[in-house]
């Protein structure tokens, strides 16, 4: 029997939102008190995948969840302590849902906080960073470019899934790669500092949220006048095709 075709590419369907533009819920990430938030995506299934959350200092919890999930926490501002390391700004966490730990917020914060599909199996451990900033960056090759001036981070990698995080440093008058392009996972990412756009019709600037959905085409006039500060997390093995 023949593998399952993959899904036709899709074009110029990504979808960008800036946070001004986002509606206050609360949010359930863990099986505890809710928390303010803004949500930056949900899946067809209504469930959380992304969210921007807005905790006050003395809010706490713990990271447990029904499902075992795997939740991811970037700390933007403020500063929170998990279990017994203290994260700042640039602070990241991944927290197993069946081994969870102790979440109290010690100042006002803002984070990105990420929801990972169940995966069968033993969860990975905890993994914790004070300060994301102080891990070794790597300059990116694209089809053989070498992309010098950018800093790619890797924050996470899922050795279950390959679903990955990491933070991109885009240098300023950053071009594109060379036209549109497309990656077989869903993309999403969050502008933390200065200004980029993956064409003219989806401008981002510091709290805009972009979403590429799996095999869509995208990045058709993709450019930067200052420079960026991006966090970007799929879903799967993250790979670029040049459309």
Request: some cysteine.
């Amino acid at each position: 029997m023949s593998a399952e075709a993959p899904p036709e590419l899709a074009y110029d369907i990504s979808q960008c939102v800036h946070r001004a533009d986002l509606v206050p819920e609360a949010l359930s990430p863990w099986d505890g008190p809710e928390l303010p938030g803004l949500v930056l995506r949900r899946l067809t299934d209504g469930s959380l995948r992304s969210a921007l959350a807005t905790p006050a200092q003395g809010w706490q919890t713990m990271s447990a969840r029904a499902d075992g999930a795997l939740t991811q926490l970037f700390v933007l501002a403020g500063q929170v302590r998990i279990g017994a390391t203290v994260l700042g700004p640039y602070g990241f966490a991944v927290l197993p849902g069946d081994r969870p730990l102790e979440v109290e917020v010690l100042a006002d914060s803002e984070w990105i906080f990420i929801v990972d599909a169940p995966v069968e199996g033993t969860s990975p451990e905890p993994v914790l960073h004070a300060d994301c900033r102080a891990i070794d960056p790597f300059v990116p090759v694209i089809e053989g470019r070498r992309l010098d001036g950018f800093e790619r981070r890797v924050l996470w990698l899922d050795p279950r899934s390959g679903a990955d995080t990491r933070l991109l440093k885009v240098p300023p008058r950053f071009g594109g790669v060379g036209g549109g392009n497309w990656h077989p996972v869903e993309e999403e990412i969050f502008c933390i500092e200065g200004d980029i756009q993956p064409d003219d019709t989806r401008p981002m600037r510091a709290g805009s949220f972009l979403w590429n959905p799996a095999r869509s085409i995208h990045g058709f006039n993709e450019r930067t006048e200052g420079g960026c500060m991006l966090l970007e997390w799929h879903d799967g093995p993250w790979d670029l095709h040049l459309a």
